[in-house]
């Protein structure tokens, strides 16, 4: 019989975490310039203050809800910004492969799959990283979790309260 991780996935959590990191490292190297730009950092911050650059900022509000939260508890919105994201990608990547763990047991299948969906949402990041993103991919996967896995149906309801939460408009 094999032995699983405490997360009841097919690949060390070592190497999620390793993968995560990774990911995080080249959405810094990519977006180093832009992250120091105050229009990066403030556009979350904007919808929040209700005085976003474009309307289309205002159909997301858990994300820079939750920036706002942490720079009220003493985080710099610079700060904020990037342990937001490193928490989102390691949290995104987890529920990946536990989906991917649940439709199969092919260790190298689940990681070669995890590589290609990071290398995705990198190579598909413009010059902005919007906190709503990260929040779109990890209900998108809690779907899916959802779907595979038929006793998680009863967080249904609770995962659609959440989603609508994301997606109201000021």
């Known amino acids: 019989m094999k032995s699983k991780n405490i997360f009841n996935i097919e690949i060390p959590v070592l190497t999620v975490l390793a993968v995560s990191f990774v990911s995080v490292a080249f959405l810094e190297i990519i977006h180093r310039e832009q992250l120091y730009n105050t229009q990066l950092i403030m556009g979350s911050y904007d919808v929040i203050e209700r005085t976003p650059p474009w309307k289309v900022n205002q159909n997301r509000l858990m994300g820079p809800a939750i920036l706002r939260l942490m720079t009220l508890i003493g985080f710099s919105k610079w700060w904020a910004l ?76 609770i995962i659609n309260f959440f989603k609508l939460i994301t997606i109201m408009t000021i």
Request: proline residues 0%; charged residues 15%; glycine residues 0%.
């Open 82 to 157: 990037r342990i937001f994201a490193l928490v989102f990608v390691v949290l995104n990547n987890f529920l990946f492969v536990k989906a991917l763990s649940l439709l199969s047991n092919s260790k190298y299948l689940i990681l070669n799959t995890l590589l290609f969906f990071n290398s995705l949402f990198i190579i598909s990041q413009d010059i902005w990283l919007y906190v709503w993103d990260f929040i779109d991919i990890s209900f998108f996967i809690i779907y899916a979790l959802i779907i595979f896995e038929k006793k998680y149906l009863k967080f249904l309801f």
